[in-house]
């Protein structure tokens, strides 16, 4: 099986409305609707089905690996505190993305 070079595909050609996007940049990413994933897969080339497999897949492992992160031995208590925050927020926004995976393949452009 071959694998394709991933380093090919650039996006640089799509700003963000108005400008370029640069090192740092912040952005809500509760406001980042499937319509704008579509638009950004289809200016890459790529396929929204894909993207959408390749969302499914990281949030998946995000799932099984984050338990383990969390439990690590080495936090102290304000530390593990901080971290459940992180995890809360990082499965929320997973939980988002999972939302963007099922509408991604189905997204009208017209």
């Not at 400008?19 to 990413?29: K, N």
């Amino acid at each position: 099986m071959e694998i394709a070079d991933t380093r090919a595909v650039s996006c640089r050609s799509v700003p963000p409305p108005g400008g370029q996007v640069r090192h740092g940049d912040e952005f809500d990413i509760s406001k980042v609707r499937a319509f704008d994933w579509a638009e950004l897969v289809g200016k890459c080339g790529l396929e929204r089905r894909l993207m959408a497999r390749e969302i499914r897949r990281m949030t998946k492992a995000l799932g099984k690996v984050l338990p383990d992160l969390q439990a690590w031995s080495g936090y102290t208590d304000v530390e593990r505190s901080v971290i459940g925050k992180i995890a809360a927020f990082t499965l929320e926004q997973a939980d988002r993305l999972e939302g963007v995976a099922g509408e991604l393949p189905h997204m009208s452009m017209d």
